[in-house]
């Protein structure tokens, strides 16, 4: 029997991090609020402090997260009178500058959001997931996130010419060139960057909760069972109860006593796995 532990804390998390080891986490995934977005509800940090506010935090994660994790963070910059704040691209250099790596960029279409046009622009349905890292190696279970192979593949592959059998170099010289035949009985391959998901969530509690299966992807392909993974502002812990159900161990962080509240009574903080 395994026993899976997610704690659940209130409070500011630059001051509740403190408590958590050094090099303990395998997997922080989380979702600050945005610069001054829900000013009502919670954050209402402004884009010209949002850096200065993000760095202590940021600097607790990195002494808490282990050498081969990693960390995601999904942020999208609003606009503000008329242009896109820069204040995620100055975040990015900061944190790189504190001594993070930034390894990746992944993008979260949200695939049913609903049409809208400004007198500028149209509706914006996508958000950053910013992957960090400690150090250039770092754990990452590729194939648990495999996908079907497509339909495309059907037809693409029935006939193949000659250079469809060998690493061809590609037209524009930009030295990339594939084997296509390597294709050929494979049912499932490997996904882009660009994640497609709905942003309908089960938790109808929190404002901003993301889909379950956003934080699922990230899990499957940087942890596995046993693990820990933090969310550091887990509003109403949509990342700590998925963790659960892929048994993994997890804590959470949060600063309003009501979501703190609401975590406590939907969550066990406890749970025994029969293998
Ligand atoms: C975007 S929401 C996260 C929603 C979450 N991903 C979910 O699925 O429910 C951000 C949360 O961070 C909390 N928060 C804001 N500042 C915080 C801080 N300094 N420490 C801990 N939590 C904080 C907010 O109260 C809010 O619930």
Known sequence: MVEIRTEILLGDCKDVLKQIPDNSIDLIFTSPPYADQRKNTYGGITPNEYVDWFLPIAQELLRVLKPTGTFILNIKEKVVEGERSTYVMELILALRKQGWFWTEEFIWHKKNSYPGKWSNRFRDSWERLLQFNKDKKFNMYQDAVKV??????????????????????????????????????????????????????????????????????????????????????????????????????????????????MMLKEIETVKHFLF
């Open 148 to 261: 079907p192979i497509g339909d495309w593949a059907k037809g693409r592959l029935k006939n193949l010419s000659e250079t469809d059998k060998i690493r061809d170099n590609a037209k524009n010289g930009s030295g990339f060139g594939k084997n296509i035949s390597n294709w050929v009985g494979k049912e499932t391959v490997y996904p882009t960057n660009v994640l497609y998901f709905a942003t309908e969530c089960q938790n109808k509690n929190h404002p901003a909760a993301f889909p379950e299966n956003l934080p699922e992807w990230f899990i499957k392909l940087f942890t596995k069972e046993g693990d820990m993974v933090l969310d550091p502002f887990a509003g109403s812990g949509t990342t700590l109860t998925v963790a659960q159900r892929m048994k993994r161990n997890s804590i959470g962080i949060e600063i309003l006593p009501e979501y703190h509240e």
